[in-house]
């Protein structure tokens, strides 16, 4: 087999593969000949059908798919011959494919780049330090008054904070759309949960009217068809509601699956799933830092084959968050550098745990199972069920990989603790940064 390889660019290349006409004819008479002992023809006994006959009727058959099954495995040794590992599957041009000659083709494809981890020293990294103090727990406490609240009809205009139910009709240029309707919907004003515009508008409505309200969907609005489109919402006001506060007794902790212990213990369940979160949000905002230093001090150049892959996953994720996702080139698009990050990571990741021969810590996995399975009210059940999934164990230990290679980083960074509010780690925005 004689194979000849070009370089069309950094990361592309065009391999020509020419297989033996030989190899190919050898092939199909093989398959032809074990016919032979299996077909049935008429005015023949079972197994003494010539071989010409055979041939004849089956030669263009077989030949084909001898010439198909060929291109497979004849690129593969190809690559094992010129010691190429390519990034995606290749595009190939037939160039010859006629019977007694020799098979011949032509292959395009990426390789993956050459990764030299950079070094990392010099690299400041800010660590917050964050303790969970009595206000917070007070602040989580009455967010889980608010969650609990009892609505109380009212005879009055909506103000913020109430709840209008409400039925709806929407249509864009006077034309229905998918999910148009709703009926008995509670909205909170105030909460931000609806497009744009909606919630405000239905400030001062009372119990029976009907009115119109005019709304733009945002251009980023997960729904393609919808986006950036101006919508007109018929509704009808069934319902406007005040809502009422609990108090924080021994029936509100029992709400909540506190059965002994009352507000007391309830307090310290809260304290503990709160310190749960701060560990994870603190270890996030160190890895995003980590990960953020090495694209920046790693700018490789990608293979397009592998981005093209991400984004489709992506888009998949996407549909799976959101319902079905724009579509097109253009919608690609939104996706790619996300897309060209998690590549570039990923390479740059792959080769340090190589160069560093990084092994997965099994005491760190089961610490990670046991830390993730006691945020949930059978904490065994989902030890268990990770222990008999696979494909969930791997998943598990990815992460914990990936952590470890965030440990070797940090090993050659500036680390610097910076003390934090627990509002500021787990809700950062410009006005929480300063905190």
Known sequence: ???????????????????????????VDRRLQSLTKRVRI?????????????????????????VSELLQTSYHEALTQEKIVPAGAPEIEPRSMEVGQALEYVATFEVFPEVEPADMNGV???RPQVEVSDADVDRVIESLRRQRREWDDVERAAAD????????????????????????MAIELGAGRMIPGFEEQLTG?????????????PEDYPAGNLAGREAVFSIRVKHVREGRLPEVDEDFARAF?????????????????MEREMTQAVKARVKDQVMDALLERNPIEV??????????????QARGRYGAPQEGEDADEGYRDEARRRVILGLVIREIVRRQEIQVDPERVQAELESMASSYQDPQ???????????????LEAMVLEQQVVDWVLEQCQVNDEPTSFDALMNPSPENESS
């Open 257 to 273: 699956g506190i059965e002994e212990g009352g507000v007391e213990k309830l307090r310290q369940e809260v304290r503990g799933n």
């Open 42 to 66: 008429d005015g023949f006994r079972p197994g003494k059908v010539p071989f010409k006959v055979v041939k004849k009727r089956y030669g263009d058959g077989v030949y084909q798919e001898v």
């Open 161 to 184: 904070g109430d709840q209008v139910v409400l039925d709806f009709e929407g249509t864009i240029d006077g034309e229905p759309f998918d999910g148009n309707k709703g009926e008995d």
């Open 1 to 27: 087999m004689q194979v000849s390889v070009e370089s069309l660019s950094s990361l592309e290349r065009r391999m020509t593969v020419q297989v033996p006409a030989e190899r190919v004819q050898d092939e």
């Open 303 to 316: 293979p397009e084959s592998l981005v093209k892959e991400e984004i489709n996953r992506l888009k998949e």
């Open 381 to 395: 059940q989902v030890i268990s069920y990770y222990r008999s999934n696979k494909q969930a164990m791997e998943t």
């Open 205 to 217: 409505v009372q119990p029976g009217e009907e009115k119109s309200i005019q709304v733009t969907f």
């Open 124 to 126: 400041a990294i800010q």
